[in-house]
């Protein structure tokens, strides 16, 4: 998928595939999940990150490219690389600048502009006018602590699209666990004060 193949390098590889790499010579290459990658996929990233050369599987010549790379991860990389899970060489070549997003829970307001963002990319697609969120599914939208951070929001406003009847998002078409949220904070808060 990354580095590509020649036909005939393998059985199945009925045909040469140029790989993302080679895709993305000239522009930007983006690695989601990078510390979920195995330590073989790290070495041959590694090499091609210094060199900015690398061999399409079945072919002895290497292919120059030249790609921004960007690379994102939910995990700690520093503590993968103390544990030995991820290469100390490869996390230091991947952090020439480190752009730190914190979790929408800890956002604020931004829960809302990437509510409304939604609003207006999955309304049209699911053939609605919707204009905005109401006042209390707007409190409930910020009150929520987004545990899948900004693909959950999405797909929440998703269901609600689809579910809402006017042209304003309501509180009914979120799903329970949000609705819900308060109330189980309120009830955890009771059973531990009286534990």
């Known amino acids: 998928e990354l580095f590509g193949h020649r036909k005939g390098s393998f059985t199945g590889a009925d045909r040469d595939r140029m790989g993302r790499i080679l ?13 979920d990658i195995s330590s073989m996929m790290q070495l041959r990233l590694l090499r091609f990150l210094q060199e900015s050369t690398f061999y399409p599987v079945g072919q002895d010549t290497p292919l120059r490219v030249d790609v921004r790379v960007l690379a994102a991860t939910n995990v700690d990389l520093k503590e993968k690389v103390r544990t030995g899970a991820f290469r100390e060489d490869l996390y230091f070549r991947l952090r020439v600048i ?56 999405e797909h929440v406003i998703e269901r609600a699209c689809v579910l809402c009847q006017g042209t304003t998002l309501a509180a009914d078409q979120l799903p329970p666990e949000i609705r819900n949220f308060r109330h189980q904070r309120v009830l955890d808060q009771a059973t531990t004060t009286v534990a």
């Open 23 to 35: 895709q993305a010579d000239g522009g930007t290459l983006f690695l989601d999940e990078i510390g």
């Open 98 to 153: 480190d752009v730190i997003l914190p979790p929408l829970r800890e956002r604020g307001e931004d829960v809302l502009l990437l509510a409304n963002h939604f609003i207006d990319k999955i309304a049209p697609k699911v053939g609605k006018r919707i204009g905005g969120i109401s006042d209390q599914a707007r409190q409930l939208l910020l009150a929520y602590p987004w545990p899948g951070n900004v693909r959950e929001l």
